[in-house]
């Protein structure tokens, strides 16, 4: 085989994985399940973040976000800033979100829920619209519970 030869070979297979298709990110089944744990304290912290996504983001109760976060909650997202009532600001005075009925079961596709220690993470399928057409990635949430109540928040958000 020529130097060629090798040179194109090796280029088609560092391209390979570049070239083929993505499989697309597909939600859990059964999304409450996943809010479950047979360890005590992690199903508690599960049922944490449960509510602040039925209750706060699914249907706006920001009313009760009191009952989910501390008065400290600290916001890593660049857009709300730190404490309960800036963050309920921005969801109600901001966002504009209106109080809807709490449904009987969550609706948000929801992929993984994962709980170490004082941490859960939400991982959810996200649709993209980017250059080379529309695609699926994944898109997360995680809070740090403490004393029954969400403290502190991250996600991958940029600045509206």
Do not use: C
């Not at 029954?148 to 991250?154: P, S, Y």
């Amino acid at each position: 085989m020529s130097r060629l030869s090798h040179w194109a070979a090796a280029a088609l297979i560092l391209a390979g994985p570049a070239v083929q298709a993505q499989d697309a990110v597909i939600p859990a089944r059964d999304a409450e399940a996943l809010f479950t744990s047979p360890d005590p304290r992690l199903h508690a912290n599960k049922q944490v973040v449960y509510h602040i996504i039925r209750n706060l983001l699914e249907s706006g109760r920001w009313d009760q976000a009191g009952f989910f976060l501390t008065d400290r909650y600290v916001q890593h997202n660049p857009n709300a800033a730190s404490g309960l009532g800036n963050v309920v600001h921005y969801f109600v005075n901001v966002l504009k979100v209106q109080p809807k009925p709490l449904p009987e079961r969550i609706t948000t596709p929801i992929v993984a829920v994962m709980a170490e220690g004082d941490l859960v993470t939400v991982l959810y399928p996200r649709t993209v619209n980017g250059p080379a057409g529309q695609y699926t990635t994944t898109w997360f949430d995680t809070w740090r519970i403490r004393d029954g109540k969400a403290d502190e928040h991250w996600d991958p958000a940029l600045k509206d």
